[in-house]
């Protein structure tokens, strides 16, 4: 199992399919599949349950990935610190991007309920996080200035060794 983590817009899910085609691995979107069991996009299911309730899904989902895959987390994976039993059960790939390439990547996203507010509670967010994604990390992955198939082929590479 290898487990993509970081924060929102930092390519976990971009990454997961290219990844998941060099391996030949089948790839799991976390979002992806937690949208279909409830039936609605996750901004709908923040506007109309709150965050809490997302985060016990998130939960839930990450406890029943038996299956060796990519696995793309949301970027809030670490925001419970019991999630990361399941992740340890994996090699977890820390995908870090800085605040100026999350904010160049994310400029125009209207679909992530949490990129929202001004500037400042959003770097809060992304400062607080940090160390977390640090802890879980087997593998660290710097992403700014590089391209799908290089963040790829060091994934590759780092696992390898
Ligand atoms: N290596 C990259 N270089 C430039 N843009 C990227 C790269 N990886 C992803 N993106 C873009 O950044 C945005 C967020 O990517 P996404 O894979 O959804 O991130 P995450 O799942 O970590 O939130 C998307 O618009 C995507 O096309
Ligand atoms: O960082 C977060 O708390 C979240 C990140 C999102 O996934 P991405 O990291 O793929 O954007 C999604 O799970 C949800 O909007 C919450
Ligand atoms: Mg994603």
Known sequence: MIFLVGFMG???STVAKEL?????MPVIEMDE?????EGMTIKTLFEKFG??????????????????SVVSTGGG??????????LSTGKVVYLQASWETI????????????WNGDDEQKKKRFENRQGKYERVADETVVVDGKDSDQIVSEIIHRLKG
């Not at 965050?51 to 060796?68: M, P, V």
């Not at 904010?103 to 992530?112: A, K, N, P």
């Open 10 to 12: 930092s390519g976990k």
């Open 103 to 114: 904010v160049e990547r994310l400029q125009q996203d209207t679909t992530r309920p949490l």
């Open 51 to 68: 965050e809490s309730y997302f985060r016990e899904k998130e939960t839930t989902f990450l406890k029943t990935i038996k299956a060796d």
């Open 20 to 24: 998941g085609k060099q391996l030949a």
């Open 33 to 37: 599949a937690i949208e279909e069991e």
């Open 77 to 86: 994976i670490v925001e419970r610190e019991e999630n990361e039993i399941p």
